[in-house]
Protein backbone atom coordinates (compact mmCIF):
# COMPACT_ATOMS: atom_id res chain seq x y z
CA UNK A 1 0.00 0.00 0.00
CA UNK A 2 3.07 2.60 0.90
CA UNK A 3 4.27 1.83 -2.53
CA UNK A 4 1.03 3.19 -4.36
CA UNK A 5 1.10 6.53 -1.75
CA UNK A 6 4.44 7.26 -3.01
CA UNK A 7 3.40 6.89 -6.77
CA UNK A 8 0.79 9.50 -5.96
CA UNK A 9 2.74 12.06 -3.90
CA UNK A 10 5.80 11.52 -6.20
CA UNK A 11 3.57 12.91 -9.12
CA UNK A 12 4.31 16.23 -6.99
CA UNK A 13 7.39 18.41 -8.06
CA UNK A 14 8.37 19.49 -4.52
CA UNK A 15 8.00 16.04 -2.87
CA UNK A 16 9.82 14.22 -5.76
CA UNK A 17 12.70 17.17 -5.70
CA UNK A 18 12.78 17.12 -2.22
CA UNK A 19 13.03 13.26 -1.69
CA UNK A 20 14.61 11.71 -5.41
CA UNK A 21 18.45 11.32 -3.75
CA UNK A 22 16.79 8.94 -1.01
CA UNK A 23 14.25 6.53 -3.52
CA UNK A 24 15.21 3.95 -6.08
CA UNK A 25 13.35 1.73 -7.78
CA UNK A 26 14.51 -1.52 -5.30
CA UNK A 27 12.16 0.04 -3.19
CA UNK A 28 9.16 -0.72 -5.99
CA UNK A 29 7.45 -3.89 -6.38
CA UNK A 30 4.62 -5.25 -8.29
CA UNK A 31 4.85 -3.32 -11.65
CA UNK A 32 5.60 0.37 -9.70
CA UNK A 33 9.04 0.10 -10.37
CA UNK A 34 8.52 0.67 -13.85
CA UNK A 35 5.76 3.36 -13.15
CA UNK A 36 8.07 5.37 -11.26
CA UNK A 37 10.82 4.79 -14.00
CA UNK A 38 8.23 7.08 -16.04
CA UNK A 39 7.51 9.33 -13.03
CA UNK A 40 11.06 10.36 -13.34
CA UNK A 41 11.60 10.66 -17.20
CA UNK A 42 8.25 12.71 -16.77
CA UNK A 43 9.64 15.30 -14.31
CA UNK A 44 13.12 15.27 -16.74
CA UNK A 45 10.38 17.41 -19.33
CA UNK A 46 7.93 18.93 -16.47
CA UNK A 47 8.39 22.12 -14.44
CA UNK A 48 5.01 21.28 -12.67
CA UNK A 49 3.28 18.61 -10.85
CA UNK A 50 2.30 15.66 -12.59
CA UNK A 51 -1.46 13.73 -13.18
CA UNK A 52 -1.72 10.24 -12.81
CA UNK A 53 -3.27 9.88 -16.07
CA UNK A 54 -0.69 12.01 -17.98
CA UNK A 55 1.85 9.42 -16.77
CA UNK A 56 0.02 6.63 -17.83
CA UNK A 57 -0.41 7.93 -21.34
CA UNK A 58 3.61 7.94 -21.88
CA UNK A 59 4.39 5.10 -19.84
CA UNK A 60 2.33 3.22 -22.94
CA UNK A 61 2.56 5.03 -25.27
CA UNK A 62 5.94 6.74 -25.02
CA UNK A 63 7.98 4.23 -23.33
CA UNK A 64 6.13 0.78 -23.39
CA UNK A 65 4.43 0.51 -26.52
CA UNK A 66 4.86 -2.89 -26.77
CA UNK A 67 2.92 -3.51 -24.23
CA UNK A 68 1.04 -7.09 -24.76
CA UNK A 69 -2.77 -6.89 -23.54
CA UNK A 70 -2.02 -8.88 -20.40
CA UNK A 71 0.63 -6.27 -19.26
CA UNK A 72 -1.60 -3.56 -20.48
CA UNK A 73 -4.88 -5.08 -18.56
CA UNK A 74 -2.53 -5.42 -14.79
CA UNK A 75 -1.55 -1.58 -15.70
CA UNK A 76 -5.14 -0.20 -15.78
CA UNK A 77 -5.69 -2.48 -12.68
CA UNK A 78 -2.66 -0.75 -11.10
CA UNK A 79 -3.57 2.70 -11.94
CA UNK A 80 -7.16 2.22 -10.52
CA UNK A 81 -5.48 0.66 -7.44
CA UNK A 82 -3.08 4.01 -6.90
CA UNK A 83 -5.46 5.76 -7.37
CA UNK A 84 -7.69 5.09 -5.12
CA UNK A 85 -5.23 5.88 -2.34
CA UNK A 86 -5.24 8.82 -0.20
CA UNK A 87 -1.47 9.32 0.58
CA UNK A 88 -0.09 10.70 4.61
CA UNK A 89 2.78 12.91 3.36
CA UNK A 90 4.36 13.17 6.81
CA UNK A 91 3.50 9.03 7.55
CA UNK A 92 5.45 8.74 3.91
CA UNK A 93 8.15 10.72 4.60
CA UNK A 94 8.54 8.27 7.74
CA UNK A 95 8.35 4.95 6.04
CA UNK A 96 10.31 6.36 2.96
CA UNK A 97 13.31 7.53 5.04
CA UNK A 98 12.92 3.11 6.75
CA UNK A 99 12.74 2.30 2.86
CA UNK A 100 15.91 3.80 2.43
CA UNK A 101 17.71 2.33 5.10
CA UNK A 102 16.50 -1.11 4.49
CA UNK A 103 17.85 -0.32 0.84
CA UNK A 104 21.19 0.99 2.19
CA UNK A 105 21.31 -1.87 4.13
CA UNK A 106 20.51 -4.56 1.17
CA UNK A 107 23.71 -3.34 -0.63
CA UNK A 108 25.66 -3.27 1.89
CA UNK A 109 24.61 -7.25 2.88
CA UNK A 110 24.85 -8.18 -0.55
CA UNK A 111 28.53 -6.91 -0.91
CA UNK A 112 29.59 -8.51 2.88
CA UNK A 113 28.18 -11.86 1.45
CA UNK A 114 30.10 -11.34 -2.11
CA UNK A 115 33.16 -11.05 0.35
CA UNK A 116 32.83 -13.19 2.49
CA UNK A 117 32.26 -15.96 -0.20
CA UNK A 118 35.55 -14.54 -2.54
CA UNK A 119 33.26 -13.60 -4.98
CA UNK A 120 34.45 -10.10 -4.92
CA UNK A 121 37.60 -8.77 -5.26
CA UNK A 122 36.74 -5.63 -2.65
CA UNK A 123 33.92 -3.17 -1.57
CA UNK A 124 34.74 -2.08 1.82
CA UNK A 125 34.99 1.52 0.07
CA UNK A 126 31.61 0.92 -1.43
CA UNK A 127 30.20 -0.23 2.16
CA UNK A 128 31.87 3.23 3.86
CA UNK A 129 30.13 5.19 1.07
CA UNK A 130 26.61 3.14 1.57
CA UNK A 131 27.21 4.38 5.40
CA UNK A 132 28.13 7.79 4.64
CA UNK A 133 25.30 8.02 2.60
CA UNK A 134 22.48 6.57 4.91
CA UNK A 135 23.96 9.33 7.61
CA UNK A 136 22.57 11.98 5.74
CA UNK A 137 18.68 10.06 5.51
CA UNK A 138 16.67 11.67 8.80
CA UNK A 139 17.99 15.50 8.78
CA UNK A 140 14.97 17.64 8.57
CA UNK A 141 16.48 20.91 8.52
CA UNK A 142 18.74 22.98 6.35
CA UNK A 143 20.83 25.54 7.19
CA UNK A 144 21.06 28.54 4.67
CA UNK A 145 24.23 30.02 3.36
CA UNK A 146 25.38 33.19 5.53
CA UNK A 147 24.63 36.57 3.67
CA UNK A 148 26.93 38.06 6.22
CA UNK A 149 29.90 39.74 4.43
CA UNK A 150 32.61 39.50 7.14
CA UNK A 151 31.36 35.78 7.63
CA UNK A 152 31.55 34.59 4.09
CA UNK A 153 35.10 36.25 3.74
CA UNK A 154 35.98 34.15 6.55
CA UNK A 155 34.58 30.79 5.25
CA UNK A 156 36.07 31.53 2.27
CA UNK A 157 39.68 32.30 3.22
CA UNK A 158 42.52 30.61 2.04
CA UNK A 159 42.77 26.78 2.81
CA UNK A 160 45.46 26.02 0.82
CA UNK A 161 48.11 25.25 4.03
CA UNK A 162 50.50 23.83 2.03
CA UNK A 163 52.32 25.71 -0.57
CA UNK A 164 54.15 24.86 -3.53
CA UNK A 165 57.75 25.46 -3.63
CA UNK A 166 57.82 27.56 -7.06
CA UNK A 167 57.75 30.97 -7.08
CA UNK A 168 55.35 31.33 -10.40
CA UNK A 169 53.19 28.41 -9.40
CA UNK A 170 52.78 29.78 -6.04
CA UNK A 171 51.89 32.96 -7.21
CA UNK A 172 49.30 31.71 -9.56
CA UNK A 173 47.95 28.59 -7.66
CA UNK A 174 48.88 29.16 -4.11
CA UNK A 175 48.85 25.28 -2.74
CA UNK A 176 46.71 22.54 -1.63
CA UNK A 177 44.53 22.15 0.81
CA UNK A 178 42.37 19.32 2.52
CA UNK A 179 39.78 17.14 0.48
CA UNK A 180 41.98 18.05 -3.19
CA UNK A 181 42.34 16.10 -5.37
CA UNK A 182 45.11 16.85 -7.73
CA UNK A 183 46.45 15.22 -10.71
CA UNK A 184 49.85 15.46 -12.16
CA UNK A 185 50.17 14.20 -15.76
CA UNK A 186 53.05 14.19 -18.56
CA UNK A 187 54.53 11.67 -21.13
CA UNK A 188 56.87 8.65 -20.00
CA UNK A 189 60.54 10.47 -18.88
CA UNK A 190 58.66 13.69 -18.95
CA UNK A 191 59.45 14.38 -14.98
CA UNK A 192 56.47 13.33 -13.33
CA UNK A 193 57.56 11.65 -10.26
CA UNK A 194 60.42 14.39 -10.31
CA UNK A 195 57.90 17.02 -10.19
CA UNK A 196 56.14 15.84 -6.70
CA UNK A 197 59.16 14.83 -5.21
CA UNK A 198 60.20 17.96 -5.34
CA UNK A 199 57.39 19.31 -4.09
CA UNK A 200 57.46 17.08 -1.02
CA UNK A 201 60.80 16.98 -0.01
CA UNK A 202 62.57 20.01 -2.19
CA UNK A 203 63.70 23.25 -0.73
CA UNK A 204 60.44 24.81 1.47
CA UNK A 205 58.26 21.68 0.07
CA UNK A 206 55.59 20.21 2.26
CA UNK A 207 57.57 17.98 4.42
CA UNK A 208 59.71 21.16 5.61
CA UNK A 209 56.35 22.79 6.09
CA UNK A 210 55.44 20.42 8.80
CA UNK A 211 53.21 17.64 6.72
CA UNK A 212 52.90 14.59 7.15
CA UNK A 213 53.22 13.23 3.63
CA UNK A 214 52.46 9.44 2.69
CA UNK A 215 53.74 8.07 -1.33
CA UNK A 216 52.09 4.92 -2.60
CA UNK A 217 54.45 3.52 -5.41
CA UNK A 218 52.99 1.08 -7.88
CA UNK A 219 55.47 2.31 -10.82
CA UNK A 220 58.91 1.67 -9.87
CA UNK A 221 60.92 0.58 -7.02
CA UNK A 222 59.90 2.88 -3.68
CA UNK A 223 63.43 2.42 -2.38
CA UNK A 224 64.55 4.49 -5.86
CA UNK A 225 61.90 7.19 -5.38
CA UNK A 226 63.12 7.21 -1.89
CA UNK A 227 66.51 8.28 -3.04
CA UNK A 228 65.27 10.82 -4.91
CA UNK A 229 63.60 12.34 -1.94
CA UNK A 230 66.50 12.63 -0.49
CA UNK A 231 68.51 14.21 -3.28
CA UNK A 232 66.10 16.78 -3.82
CA UNK A 233 66.36 17.62 -0.15
CA UNK A 234 70.17 17.81 0.13
CA UNK A 235 70.35 19.01 -3.33
CA UNK A 236 73.64 16.15 -3.25
CA UNK A 237 73.74 13.73 -6.40
CA UNK A 238 73.68 10.07 -5.37
CA UNK A 239 78.04 9.58 -5.76
CA UNK A 240 78.10 13.01 -3.88
CA UNK A 241 75.59 11.23 -0.88
CA UNK A 242 77.67 8.17 -1.37
CA UNK A 243 81.30 10.11 -0.51
CA UNK A 244 79.67 12.19 2.53
CA UNK A 245 76.51 9.99 3.66
CA UNK A 246 76.98 11.38 7.31
CA UNK A 247 76.69 15.39 5.89
CA UNK A 248 73.54 14.06 3.57
CA UNK A 249 72.58 12.03 6.72
CA UNK A 250 72.08 15.44 9.11
CA UNK A 251 70.46 16.86 6.64
CA UNK A 252 67.96 14.39 5.80
CA UNK A 253 66.95 13.60 9.22
CA UNK A 254 65.05 17.08 9.61
CA UNK A 255 62.03 15.74 7.08
CA UNK A 256 62.89 12.35 7.02
CA UNK A 257 59.86 11.64 9.45
CA UNK A 258 57.68 13.69 8.27
CA UNK A 259 57.50 11.86 4.61
CA UNK A 260 56.57 7.55 4.40
CA UNK A 261 57.31 5.67 1.25
CA UNK A 262 55.51 2.41 0.50
CA UNK A 263 55.54 -0.49 -2.45
CA UNK A 264 51.65 -0.53 -2.97
CA UNK A 265 51.41 -2.52 -6.53
CA UNK A 266 48.05 -4.63 -6.53
CA UNK A 267 46.87 -2.41 -3.71
CA UNK A 268 43.27 -1.54 -3.96
CA UNK A 269 41.16 2.02 -2.82
CA UNK A 270 39.80 0.04 -0.02
CA UNK A 271 43.02 -0.74 1.25
CA UNK A 272 44.16 2.62 0.72
CA UNK A 273 41.26 4.03 2.66
CA UNK A 274 42.23 2.00 5.36
CA UNK A 275 45.52 2.95 5.64
CA UNK A 276 44.66 6.47 5.90
CA UNK A 277 42.40 5.84 8.12
CA UNK A 278 45.65 4.62 10.14
CA UNK A 279 48.13 7.05 9.29
CA UNK A 280 46.17 10.36 8.95
CA UNK A 281 48.48 12.02 6.47
CA UNK A 282 48.12 15.74 5.16
CA UNK A 283 49.51 15.00 1.96
CA UNK A 284 48.90 11.06 -0.03
CA UNK A 285 51.06 10.83 -3.64
CA UNK A 286 49.57 7.85 -5.79
CA UNK A 287 52.21 7.64 -8.42
CA UNK A 288 50.36 6.02 -10.45
CA UNK A 289 46.45 6.55 -9.52
CA UNK A 290 45.45 5.24 -12.77
CA UNK A 291 46.92 1.21 -11.97
CA UNK A 292 45.16 1.43 -8.11
CA UNK A 293 42.53 -1.60 -8.48
CA UNK A 294 39.20 -1.38 -8.35
CA UNK A 295 36.59 -3.99 -8.17
CA UNK A 296 33.57 -4.30 -10.51
CA UNK A 297 33.20 -4.68 -14.56
CA UNK A 298 33.22 -2.11 -16.73
CA UNK A 299 32.74 -1.74 -20.88
CA UNK A 300 34.89 0.82 -21.14
CA UNK A 301 38.40 2.05 -19.78
CA UNK A 302 37.81 5.13 -19.42
CA UNK A 303 34.20 4.10 -17.04
CA UNK A 304 37.14 2.51 -14.59
CA UNK A 305 39.22 5.20 -14.51
CA UNK A 306 36.47 7.28 -13.61
CA UNK A 307 35.74 4.98 -10.94
CA UNK A 308 39.08 5.42 -9.39
CA UNK A 309 39.31 8.89 -9.69
CA UNK A 310 36.18 9.29 -8.07
CA UNK A 311 36.89 6.97 -5.23
CA UNK A 312 39.67 8.45 -4.75
CA UNK A 313 38.00 12.24 -4.38
CA UNK A 314 35.73 10.06 -1.94
CA UNK A 315 38.78 9.26 -0.46
CA UNK A 316 40.65 12.45 -0.21
CA UNK A 317 37.08 14.25 1.41
CA UNK A 318 36.60 11.58 4.16
CA UNK A 319 40.17 11.71 5.51
CA UNK A 320 41.02 15.37 5.12
CA UNK A 321 43.85 14.80 2.91
CA UNK A 322 45.00 16.31 0.03
CA UNK A 323 45.42 13.67 -2.65
CA UNK A 324 48.08 14.19 -5.52
CA UNK A 325 47.35 11.27 -8.40
CA UNK A 326 50.02 11.01 -10.70
CA UNK A 327 49.12 10.01 -14.48
CA UNK A 328 50.21 9.12 -17.62
CA UNK A 329 49.29 11.72 -20.58
CA UNK A 330 48.53 10.46 -24.21
CA UNK A 331 50.28 10.28 -27.36
CA UNK A 332 48.97 13.27 -27.86
CA UNK A 333 50.30 15.32 -25.95
CA UNK A 334 54.05 14.43 -27.61
CA UNK A 335 56.79 17.48 -27.79
CA UNK A 336 53.95 20.00 -26.78
CA UNK A 337 54.45 22.68 -23.93
CA UNK A 338 50.24 23.24 -23.94
CA UNK A 339 48.82 20.67 -22.19
CA UNK A 340 45.27 20.59 -21.47
CA UNK A 341 43.18 17.51 -19.56
CA UNK A 342 41.72 15.52 -22.47
CA UNK A 343 45.57 14.63 -23.24
CA UNK A 344 45.62 12.83 -20.23
CA UNK A 345 45.70 8.65 -21.03
CA UNK A 346 42.55 6.73 -21.50
CA UNK A 347 40.23 9.59 -20.14
CA UNK A 348 37.07 11.37 -22.07
CA UNK A 349 35.97 13.57 -19.25
CA UNK A 350 35.76 11.54 -16.33
CA UNK A 351 39.18 12.07 -14.60
CA UNK A 352 39.22 15.28 -15.22
CA UNK A 353 35.70 15.55 -13.79
CA UNK A 354 36.72 14.66 -10.57
CA UNK A 355 40.18 17.11 -10.20
CA UNK A 356 40.41 20.21 -7.68
CA UNK A 357 43.73 21.04 -10.17
CA UNK A 358 45.65 19.47 -12.89
CA UNK A 359 49.03 20.37 -13.68
CA UNK A 360 50.57 18.63 -17.31
CA UNK A 361 53.76 18.45 -17.78
CA UNK A 362 55.04 19.33 -21.22
CA UNK A 363 58.33 18.89 -22.19
CA UNK A 364 59.74 19.66 -25.89
CA UNK A 365 62.80 18.11 -26.76
CA UNK A 366 65.34 19.26 -29.45
CA UNK A 367 63.65 22.57 -29.84
CA UNK A 368 65.45 25.78 -30.99
CA UNK A 369 63.62 27.66 -28.00
CA UNK A 370 64.38 25.16 -25.42
CA UNK A 371 66.89 22.47 -24.14
CA UNK A 372 66.58 19.75 -21.98
CA UNK A 373 66.05 21.31 -18.82
CA UNK A 374 63.14 23.16 -20.10
CA UNK A 375 59.51 22.17 -18.69
CA UNK A 376 56.14 23.92 -19.00
CA UNK A 377 53.13 23.33 -16.24
CA UNK A 378 50.25 23.59 -17.75
CA UNK A 379 47.32 24.78 -15.66
CA UNK A 380 43.99 23.21 -17.57
CA UNK A 381 41.67 22.80 -14.64
CA UNK A 382 41.84 24.96 -11.69
CA UNK A 383 39.26 25.23 -8.88
CA UNK A 384 41.24 26.73 -6.33
CA UNK A 385 42.31 30.04 -7.27
CA UNK A 386 40.80 29.62 -10.99
CA UNK A 387 43.97 31.07 -12.91
CA UNK A 388 44.62 28.78 -16.20
CA UNK A 389 47.54 28.77 -17.47
CA UNK A 390 51.09 28.19 -18.73
CA UNK A 391 54.18 28.27 -16.78
CA UNK A 392 58.03 27.59 -18.10
CA UNK A 393 60.38 25.62 -15.10
CA UNK A 394 63.94 23.90 -14.88
CA UNK A 395 64.59 21.04 -13.98
CA UNK A 396 67.45 19.51 -12.69
CA UNK A 397 67.04 15.32 -13.16
CA UNK A 398 70.10 14.14 -11.36
CA UNK A 399 68.35 16.24 -7.74
CA UNK A 400 65.06 14.96 -8.91
CA UNK A 401 64.11 19.08 -8.30
CA UNK A 402 62.33 21.56 -10.09
CA UNK A 403 63.28 25.41 -10.04
CA UNK A 404 62.13 28.75 -11.11
Not at 353 to 372: C, M, T, W
Request: hydrophobic share 35%; aromatic share 6%.
Amino acid sequence: MIEKQLINLLLEKDFYEKNKGRVSKTMFTNGTGNLYDTIIKAHEQSDGNLSIDEVATLHTDVYNPALTRVAKENFINLLEDIKKEKPNKKIASTILESLYRQNIAKKIAVISTELYNNTRESGFNDIQNLIDESKGVSKEEYENVTKDISELIENLKDNTKWKFNLTDLRNRVNGIGEGNLIIIFARPESGKTAFWVNLVAGQDGFATQGAKVCALINEEPAIRTQMRLINAHTGMKFNEIKENPVKAGGMWEKIKNNIQILDTVDWTLEKIDSYLAKEKPDVLVIDQLDKVHIDGKFLRGDEKLRAIYTGAREIAKRRDCSLIGISQASADASGKWDMTFDMMENSRTGKAAEADLIIGIGYKPNSEYSNESDRSLSISKNKITGWHGKIMVKIEPGLSRYRD
